[in-house]
């Protein structure tokens, strides 16, 4: 019973299916889950809180600058403290507010704070779901990690149309968050991954580093791919732009010697990517001072000293994951490269991919790249670094199982 004990909240938003969302939390609570209901203004003109506190048994929670309800358990923890967020019915003025990472509401405000996983129910007229503002917002939910049921098809409610727009029904969206609550459903649960992202800088003095293009784009989507599989992700982080990925232990560093040390740490782990575009070379002794400039004297010699290899190291240790990934970064002979490298580094699998400027892959959000194995050479065709990512993830899967 992957419900019994379960800690969900139910996200109501203004639709005429809110009607549903009462039948739903029977259906949950029948299962042994315990539903703390969220509504927005909106919802509370179809149904009343009444009818969703006597059903759910408890608080219903409708406002953000509640005094009461902030002292009592507070939006952050509202937003934290569950397993699941079940957002039913899920009207396109809430999706849209997701998307764009709004929060002017109480629920709105709990569906940014969250890192639980969210189930969403759309539920709107065929017309409204169909519209491309509606679409980009599915599909930016969908690279967020969120989790679609519905809508099916059918005559609307209050209009008489029929097409796309229905709620999913209440034990559809129960089945759904059974899948997604199942521990063993997901194909990764219970592997440790270790994941390495991003450029390094290595210092020069306290003001200056040599650095490199490295967006962490690949590494990123990776490590958020590999935890919607349910693995348990560490991803070490060289300097980038870019925010946490949900669900994600991430830890900054900044030199590859800080990268390697997490890395190590993070040991034993069935899974390793080494996505980073780790520096070759560091500067040999940094300077503790601002090297100044010196009239007559032209610039300062700089020595290199050699960086660690992360991926190698990994590789060959005694504690080597059962899959062991690199990454091959190359503007010419790209497979022969990319062989070269599955041997001297120690990996299961090399992704190799041609970052020649004119690729525009390093730094970009496209990736084209060659799948290079033991068994020989796959090549994926050009796609966006998330679907690189979500693929790589399900071959890592099938190779531990
Ligand atoms: O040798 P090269 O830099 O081309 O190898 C690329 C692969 O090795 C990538 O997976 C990268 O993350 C990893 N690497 C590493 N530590 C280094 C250099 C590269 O982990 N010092």
Redesign the pocket.
């Known amino acids: 019973m992957p419900l019994a004990g379960k800690r969900l909240l139910l996200v109501i938003s203004g639709g005429i299916a809110a009607y549903k969302s009462l039948d739903l939390i029977r259906r949950f609570r029948e299962r042994g889950a315990e539903v703390r209901p969220v509504m927005t203004a909106g919802a509370q003109q179809f149904v009343t809180p009444l009818a969703v506190g006597a059903l759910s048994s408890g608080h219903v929670y409708t406002e953000l600058f509640s005094r009461e309800d902030e002292q009592d358990v507070g939006h952050i923890r509202l937003a934290r403290d569950c397993d699941l967020i079940v957002v039913a019915p899920a009207t396109a003025d809430l999706m849209a507010k997701m998307a764009n990472g709004l929060a002017d509401d109480l629920a709105s405000t709990i569906l940014l704070a969250t890192d639980r996983p969210v189930l969403v129910a759309p539920a709107m007229n065929p017309k409204m779901w169909v519209h491309p503002a509606t679409r980009r917002n599915v599909e930016t939910l969908r690279k967020d990690g969120l989790t679609f049921i519905g809508p099916n098809a059918g005559e609307m409610a209050e209009s008489g149309e029929a097409g796309l727009g229905r709620m999913a029904e209440p034990l559809e969206i129960v089945a759904e968050a059974e899948r997604l609550l199942e521990d063993g459903a997901k194909p990764l649960s219970g592997r440790k991954a270790v994941v390495?992202s991003g450029p390094?800088h290595e210092p020069i003095d306290p003001v200056r580093y040599i650095a490199n293009r490295s967006s962490g784009r690949q590494?990123h989507a990776i490590a958020a791919a590999l935890a919607r599989l349910g693995a348990d992700v560490t991803l070490v982080s060289g300097p980038v732009t870019l925010a946490d990925p949900p669900g994600v232990e991430v830890i900054h560093v900044e030199r590859?010697s800080e990268?390697?040390d997490a890395?190590l740490s993070a040991l034993p782990a069935d899974i390793a990517?080494?996505?980073?575009?780790?520096?070759?070379w560091r500067v040999a002794t940094p300077n503790m001072e601002k090297i100044k400039k010196q009239p007559g004297e032209g610039p300062p010699p700089l020595m290199l000293a050699?960086?660690?290899?992360?991926?190698?190291?990994?590789g060959h240790h005694e504690k080597r994951p059962k899959v062991v990934?690199?990454?091959?970064?190359?503007t010419q002979d790209v497979e022969s490269?990319g062989r070269i490298?599955l041997q001297?580094?120690g990996?299961d699998l090399?992704?190799a991919n041609d970052v020649s400027p004119e690729t525009g892959i390093m730094g970009g959000t496209r990736n084209s790249v060659k799948l290079i194995t033991a068994d020989g050479i796959e090549a994926w065709p050009e796609l966006a670094k998330d679907d690189v990512a979500g693929r790589l993830a399900d071959w890592i899967a099938a190779r531990l199982t």
């Open positions: 390495t390094t590494g590859a990268m390697l890395v990517v080494m996505v980073a575009a780790v520096a070759d050699e960086n660690p290899d992360i991926l190698k190291t990994v990934v690199g990454f091959a970064a190359e490269n490298k001297k580094k990996a090399i992704v």
